[in-house]
């Protein structure tokens, strides 16, 4: 896990090695259009799987991967394997690199190469010269001497393991099979494997479940007794036959083979890795600072925060001005590290490193679910808060969540989940919920930039004292008294944020909101100072001061003038040669306090697993002589094992420590150094005897022991060394955080009009609830045409897109958030020139299930406005500036080898899982609508529609069920629309079935549209055919898989501009950019394929899943036990009020004037703020409104 400066510090006792990760390989580009370069930061990037991956399904582009691991191990195990892939020239040694990578136990063949191979990776590794000179330099880099230094450390490692510590190696893999053993038992069903199984999972899962016994069992996956048995080397990389498996096994070696060799072919080309062993967070701010600096190689971090005092200092020559490596990225893949760090500290690092484009991504991944009652909740706790809110003040957009569409399921895991636990999914406090999350920035205005966002600045310091509050929640009373309370230390919530990591967010506002920000400062430190939520935040009080000084975000008066106040209190410089007579003393100074090993032993002594991962911190006190006590914390703490030495004299401002690593850290005999950095004053009062301890930050009677580990008083010359900046460093720490040309210029005219945003809080809640958006218009024709009256006529056209027509010229506004459409305000201002169209926030995804997108989102293209008289505007001349970006559905390239071949020979066999895995596509809500689609709007039973279309045609493609006939007509309810024989409003689509390839096809040749498809060719092509309600089939939709990108546009969409081109009826619905694209030979036995050929493109449609992030995703099993057919909607249980906590309507938790929401007083299930919300929402309501039994 990332642990930094900026989250508390623990005492690193033990980890747990990740040699092999436990979610599925992805694509990293799959959402990066083909023809851009991709600049790609994998955090915690653990195994090579995901390089591997992308490698072999992208298509041809330019690739540059950084990748970042705090284990040194895993970095050398993945360049062992990449090493080994590049040198196995035809390919023939797949099987062996399977073994050396996965398996604990070799062949004498496998141990031989893999030592051959990490002897010629180590005699490389003496020098960053001799590196970048040997074989692999050009492909494999260094981020900084480091990495290499530590990644050459475990090759001589391997190497001595190898032929001296055989034994050794062979009692610690049986240590970890005895522990896994007591840990899980013999009999647990272990269902990780389905997920990379998908969508066959709940197939195998029966045979995954075997395999991961049979390797725990043995340490391989080899199933022959004979082979086996001939693997008796322990492999240092890890410190009766089934012939079912055995195709498993096969199977997963013939793939592991096809990545290698794609990957091989592609390093020679356009593939760059870069490596760098350390904290990902810290990592991510050192590339911060490069960006806005252009030159600096260093921010002043620690490589990691709870082991070392090595610096991180980027390499010079890759990190130069005009150096080669990216230090932005349009792909940032951050593995699960949500699950360990909580996501502010995460999301603020690298929110700033994420470039503009719309098509840029920011992934992250959980596993984990802590305690929550609903998946809003879970959400909120992974941000640190209000999920709308910081996703708003960090300048991201959650795609998954705000679209309830993802484009793949967990319906197989959270099922295996619900049966294997023995509950229902009614429990997600129980569960864990795989989601992968991708964030992007807010749909951009035409600018192409991120608008800043405008704020009062009292709403702005209640909001950022709730977020206060939300980060630190082990320290208000009632939890803190309940933590007290509970008998073992595994209970404990561990803590997440430290003051540093609050104020790394407020850097980001700094940059991102316009407002008075002295007077929001003034007043968020009045409401951390007057109000008591947090018991032990006074505690913490001169840390959050000096940081906020340091980072340049606020002075409170014993800063601001630092000589001043020695003089006017009385506190030096004195002529003595003490801490008092230090001259110039700076206003804040680092502590380094030298821990002997013998007050280690409370933790170091007892088996690790009884004492868990201990959290620690620096505490100052004044002595029991001192009139007025005090204590103040400090968790931005680091820790390092060496041996320190000094230069200059003490008490001066060239007095500086260093500290030699000692590798051994907690298992050698060096004593352990405690660096941070404390305001001066603190100490003048007495500068002798001040109290200066070690400590654990659990409650004492959680751990068992005092929480005081060493303690002794700043006088102590032996043990206490006072400098000017921490050791091995010569400046303090900065957080840079976005550069300035991420954000449009206050006053930048586009398309003859300024533009910006201003966001309002609940005053009960402190969380943004509406945005404005502002329109100054500065071309003359746009302000006469108001002035003389023209109508103003507002259209939404998505949730966060907006049409204001004034007479016949249309502007657009875009929000940053979805808002809903029912609330919004049009404010015209005719003399003065401005527009302002004002709404309300969609509270979250399950508030309002209408507003939700009914198909993939596409955000609005950017423009140029050619014209250059800023008193004229015309739509002529505003031009989109990059190709439709799909957000919710990823690329995929076409192409037989980069996709698993199915047979169709026998399809009720081998596709059976189409029937499970198609209709996962249906939430438990719209499970529970398909059956009483009177209880839904026309847009939810249209979202319905589309999915069941898509479950009907995949069944129907594959041939699980006729094309012909009224197997699809029966799934139609509700909407305006007619079946397959000929609605006017149905969707038409041609459907062949590739017989060309004999036993097997391809996914990317199963199906393909007409291009010249005009809406009367319903009495000419076989399709299925759906109502959706008026409107909702012509919804937006891309076909854009089958057509290569030539000089990186798409012809049709430079005119068009969207998808489809037309809903008329005799006009074409699908663009020209694609037809005639097929591979050769493509239906060559087709009758008349030559005629139309040129008329269709190939298409690859994928089915839209909803977000476990957005609502449950599979029926609740009893549900499925009680209502089989199709009965009405069965009654929801009280509170849950489809996950809605608030106002129905708007989402308000309070009415206006501040009392409790009322219920309805019918049926007692959902709430209001006020009448005029009931009553707006009395048309959806009405429908599923029952009395109360």
């Known amino acids: 896990p990332t642990i930094t400066m900026l989250a508390p510090t623990y005492a690193n006792l033990w980890f747990h090695f990740y040699p092999i990760g436990n979610t599925p390989a992805v694509s990293l580009t799959q959402g990066l259009p083909p023809e851009k370069k991709a600049d790609i930061l994998l955090l915690a990037c ?50 062996d690199n399977w073994n050396i990578f996965y398996h604990l136990f070799l062949d004498q063949a496998c141990n031989d190469r893999l030592l051959d191979q990490v002897k010629k990776l180590h005699a490389l590794a003496t020098s960053l010269k001799t590196w970048r000179a040997g074989e692999y330099g050009k492909l494999i880099r260094f981020c900084d001497k480091e990495t ?154 620690y490589r990691s925060r709870h082991d070392t005092m090595e610096p991180l200092v980027l390499v010079e020559d890759d990190y130069k001005i005009d150096g ?46 802590r305690e929550a009652k609903s998946d809003q909740e879970h959400l909120d706790n992974l941000v640190g808060g209000h999920l709308a809110t910081t996703s708003l003040l960090l300048g991201l957009f959650p795609i998954e969540y705000w679209t309830n569409t993802a484009s793949s399921s967990v319906g197989d895991e959270q099922l295996a989940d619900a049966i294997g636990d023995g509950h229902s999914t009614t429990e997600p406090e129980k569960t864990n919920i795989h989601s992968r999350i991708t964030w992007k920035r807010p749909p951009l205005g035409p600018g192409a930039r991120l608008d800043p966002l405008h704020m009062d600045e009292g709403e702005l310091a209640a909001l950022l004292y709730q977020v206060y509050v939300d980060m630190f929640p082990l320290e208000r009373l009632e939890t803190f008294v309940a933590n007290l309370t509970l008998g073992s230390h595994q209970d404990i919530p561990l803590p997440s944020y430290s003051r540093l990591g609050f104020l790394a967010l407020v850097s980001l506002v700094k940059r991102r909101v316009v407002t008075g920000w002295d007077s929001a400062m003034d007043r968020l430190l009045s409401h951390i100072e007057s109000k008591s939520d947090l018991v032990l935040g006074h505690h913490y009080l001169q840390e959050l001061y000096l940081y906020m000084h340091l980072l340049g975000l606020h002075s409170v008066d014993t800063f601001k003038n630092f000589p001043g106040f020695r003089a006017m209190t009385g506190s030096g410089p004195t002529s003595g040669s003490g801490l008092a007579g230090w001259q110039d003393m700076p206003s804040s100074i680092c502590i ?97 005897t001040t109290r200066v301890s070690f400590a654990i930050q659990h409650p004492p009677t959680v751990l068992e022991m005092d929480s005081c580990l060493f303690n002794t008083t700043i006088g102590d010359l032996n043990n206490v060394y006072i400098t000017r900046e921490l050791p091995n460093l010569t400046d303090t720490i900065v957080i840079p955080g976005f550069t300035t040309d991420t954000f449009t210029p206050q006053g930048q005219i586009n398309s003859g009009m300024t533009t910006s945003t201003t966001a309002h809080t609940n005053p009960q809640t402190a969380r943004i609830t509406s945005l404005t958006v502002r329109t100054n218009l500065i071309a003359r024709d746009l302000r006469t045409s108001l002035t003389n009256g023209a109508t103003v006529q507002t259209t939404p056209l998505s949730p966060y897109v907006f049409k204001v027509t004034i007479g016949k010229a249309p502007l657009t506004f875009t929000f940053p958030l979805p808002v809903l459409a029912n609330t919004i305000q049009t404010r015209i201002a005719r003399k003065t020139g401005y527009i302002e169209l004002a709404a309300t926030i969609i509270p979250n995804a399950a508030a309002a299930p209408s507003a939700t997108f009914t198909a993939p989102l596409f955000p609005p293209p950017t423009t140029t406005n050619t014209n250059t008289n800023p008193n004229t505007t015309n739509p002529t001349t505003t031009t989109p500036t990059n190709n439709p970006i799909c957000w919710t559905t990823p690329y995929t390239t076409l192409s037989p080898s980069s996709h698993p071949r199915i047979s169709t020979t026998n399809p009720s066999t081998t596709l059976s899982f189409l029937h499970m895995h198609s209709i996962q596509m249906l939430s438990a809500r719209e499970f529970r609508l398909r059956r009483n689609p009177s209880a839904a709007p026309p847009a939810e039973l249209a ?54 390839a004999a036993a097997t096809a391809t996914a990317g040749d199963v199906l393909v549209f007409v291009g010249d498809m005009r809406l009367d060719l319903a009495r000419r092509a076989d399709g299925y055919g759906r109502g959706g309600g008026d409107g909702g089939w012509g919804g937006d939709a ?104 608030g106002c129905r309507n708007c989402g308000e938790e309070k009415s206006k004037n501040g009392e409790d929401l009322k219920s309805c007083a019918k049926c007692l299930k959902v709430k209001y703020c006020g009448r005029a919300c009931q009553r707006a929402d009395w048309k959806r309501h009405k429908k599923e409104c029952t009395p109360k039994k």
């Open 148 to 301: 290499l230094a530590r990644v050459a450390r475990a090759w001589a490692f391997y190497i001595s393991a190898a032929a001296d510590k055989q034994l050794w190696m062979k009692q610690t893999f049986q240590n970890a099979v005895n522990a896994r053993k007591r840990q899980v038992g013999e009999a647990q069903f272990t269902y990780t494997g389905l997920r990379s199984a998908t969508p066959t999972g709940m197939l195998a899962g029966l045979d995954l479940n075997n395999l991961h016994q049979h390797f725990w069992k043995h340490g391989s996956l080899h199933l022959d007794v004979k082979i086996r048995s001939q693997a008796t080397f322990a492999n240092p990389l890890f410190a009766s036959p089934d012939p079912a498996l055995q195709d498993i096994v096969t199977t997963a070696q013939a793939e592991f083979s096809d990545w290698s060799n794609t990957f091989r072919r592609r390093a020679q080309h356009d593939l760059t890795l870069r490596f760098f062993c350390g904290d990902a967070v810290l990592f991510c701010h050192t590339l911060q600072h490069r960006r806005v600096t252009g030159s600096a190689t260093t921010a002043f971090y």
């Open 1038 to 1141: 891309v076909v854009e898989g089958g057509a290569p990108r030539v000089g990186g546009a798409l012809s049709w969409w430079d005119g068009v501009w969207r998808a489809p081109v037309s809903v008329e009826m005799g006009e074409e619905v699908v663009c020209g950019c694609g037809k005639g694209v097929f591979p050769e030979g493509w239906g060559a036995d087709l009758p008349m394929w030559g005629m139309f050929e040129k008329h269709c493109v190939r298409a690859a449609i994928s089915p839209l899943f909803p977000s476990a992030l957005a609502e449950d995703v599979i029926p609740r099993i009893q549900d499925i036990a009680s209502a089989p057919g199709d009965e009405h909607l069965e009654e929801e249980e009280e509170g849950r009020n489809n996950g809605v906590s």
């Open 46 to 95: 653990g195994d090579p799987r995901n390089i591997l991956f992308t490698a072999h399904c992208d298509g041809p582009r330019p690739m540059d991967i950084t990748c970042c691991d705090v284990e040194s191990t895993i970095i050398a195990r993945n360049i062992t394997l990449f090493a080994l892939i590049l040198d196995d020239a035809d390919g023939q040694k797949s099987g």
């Open 324 to 369: 080669t490596a990216p230090v932005s990225f349009n792909v940032i893949d951050t593995s699960n590290l949500l699950d360990h760090s909580r996501g502010l500290n995460l999301l603020v690092a690298t929110s700033p490193l994420l470039d503009g484009d719309a098509s840029s991504s920011l992934y992250t991944e959980t596993i984990v679910r």
């Open 592 to 688: 380094t306090l030298k821990v002997p090993r013998s007050a280690l032993e409370p933790m170091t002594k007892p088996p690790f697993h009884h004492i868990g991962t201990p959290f620690v911190q620096a505490v100052m006190r004044s002595s029991p002589r001192h009139p007025l006590p005090w204590e103040n914390y400090y968790a931005a703490v680091q820790l390092g094992f060496g041996k320190l030495s000094t230069n200059g004299s003490r008490f001066t401002n060239s007095f500086a420590v260093t500290i030699k690593e000692d590798l051994q850290g907690w298992h050698g005999d060096s004593p352990l150094h405690v660096s941070f950095r404390v305001p001066s004053w603190t100490l003048l009062h007495e500068p002798q």
């Open 943 to 996: 979202r319905v529609a589309l999915k069941e279309s898509l479950h009907a045609l995949l069944l129907q493609s594959s041939g699980l069920e006729s094309l012909r006939g009224d197997a699809g007509q029966t799934r139609g309810r509700g909407g305006g629309g007619g079946g397959g024989g000929g609605g006017r409003r149905g969707e038409r689509v041609f459907v062949l079935r590739d017989k060309t």
